[in-house]
């Protein structure tokens, strides 16, 4: 069954470094997504990402945040500076459109800051 | 904006019993998608059950059942026969088609714990 992808499952950063969230989406999937999950708590959408550009964000995707689908295949999540606050799961999730078969998510990133 | 709500935070189960987690949620569309996302230890997101809010026939999957209740807004899911293996904490999901909004927005979770 095809799988979204995302690399590190466990990355550990210092505070106001950059890090970069990797995944890779189902092949013919068309729409792109970052959640987040503080530990404990519930799931938050963060980006939405669908024709190359971002079709909807939330209020904690400020200007630390952006997105990218550099090569087709890749979808990243870039945080540019990091707060002790970015510490969550981090989760990738695609699908064909919306609400078709549900959508399929990764098995996250753990992002520790320190 | 809509809202989706899980009001018991845990719950228990034996083996082989069934169970029935509750979730409600808030929107002025006519047409959406709901959902049950279970995530066990390992912190993955699998998709349970998923249910049009346009079909009246409640969905099932093997164990899994939902009663969909459009008018009350509520969505609650049944586990038949419960398992060890469906120990998760359980999160109930919203997606709307309508305002331009393409996002899933989740209830808080529910911790399932089942007793052998």
């Known amino acids: 069954e095809p799988e979204v992808t995302q690399t590190p499952s466990h990355q550990v950063t210092q505070m106001g470094q950059e890090v970069i969230l990797r995944c890779v989406p189902i092949?013919?999937?068309?729409?792109f997504y970052w959640y987040r999950q503080i530990l404990g708590q519930k799931v938050e959408f963060l980006v939405s990402f669908y024709n190359n550009e971002i079709s909807e964000k939330s209020e904690i995707f400020d200007d630390q945040f952006s997105v990218e689908r550099p090569d087709g295949s890749n979808f990243t999540l870039k945080i540019r500076s990091t707060k002790l606050e970015d510490s969550a799961m981090y989760f990738c999730a695609s699908n064909l459109g919306r609400g078709w078969d549900g959508y399929t998510f990764g098995s996250g990133t753990r992002l520790t800051v320190v | 904006a809509q809202t989706v709500t899980q009001s018991q935070p845990e719950m228990s189960v034996q083996e082989a019993e069934t169970v029935t987690l509750s979730c409600t949620y808030d929107?002025?569309?006519?047409?959406?998608?709901l959902f049950w996302y279970k995530q066990p230890p390992s912190r993955q997101m699998i998709l349970v059950i998923r249910q049009e809010a346009y079909k009246q026939q409640n969905a099932t999957e093997n164990r899994f059942s939902v009663n969909f209740q459009k008018a009350a807004k509520s969505f609650s899911l049944k586990i038949s026969d419960s398992q060890l293996g469906d120990a998760a904490m359980y999160f109930c999901?919203?997606?709307?088609?309508?305002?331009?909004?393409?996002?899933?927005?989740f209830g808080k979770g529910m911790k399932l714990t089942v007793n052998p």
């Open positions: 929107t002025s569309e006519s047409d959406y998608y």
């Open positions: 999901a919203y997606d709307g088609t309508q305002g331009g909004s393409e996002k899933l927005v």
């Open positions: 092949s013919n999937h068309l729409y």
